[in-house]
């Protein structure tokens, strides 16, 4: 169902998302880092490296896995910079990722 819904929105779902990555719950944070990922747009990649630095791991962790599944250089070298996260679960799904 989210994939049927990026296809259609396209590239324009990336910037609302982006938004949510600043929502106040964490939880919408996560979601929103989990669908960019799954958009595969490099559009997304400066809001996911920003959410690197959310104050929850989950919302870090989903970044992570979403900046993997984009790919490219610029994805790269975020996940390289998050390989020293706080959190260990978080570090090492960088470490991976990257």
Do not use: Y
């Not at 997304?44 to 959310?54: G, T």
């Not at 992570?64 to 610029?74: V, Y």
């Amino acid at each position: 169902m989210v994939h049927a819904a990026l296809d259609q929105l396209g590239e324009a779902a990336i910037e609302p998302l982006g938004c949510a990555l600043h929502d106040f719950s964490w939880a919408i944070r996560q979601q929103a880092a989990e669908i960019l990922g799954m958009s595969g747009s490099r559009k997304a990649i400066p809001e996911l490296s920003h959410a690197l630095q959310d104050t929850h791991a989950e919302v870090r962790f989903a970044a992570i896995s979403a900046l993997h599944n984009i790919g490219g250089i610029e994805a790269q070298r975020a996940l390289k910079m998050a390989e020293n996260d706080g959190d260990e679960r978080v570090g090492a799904l960088a470490k991976r990722a990257h």
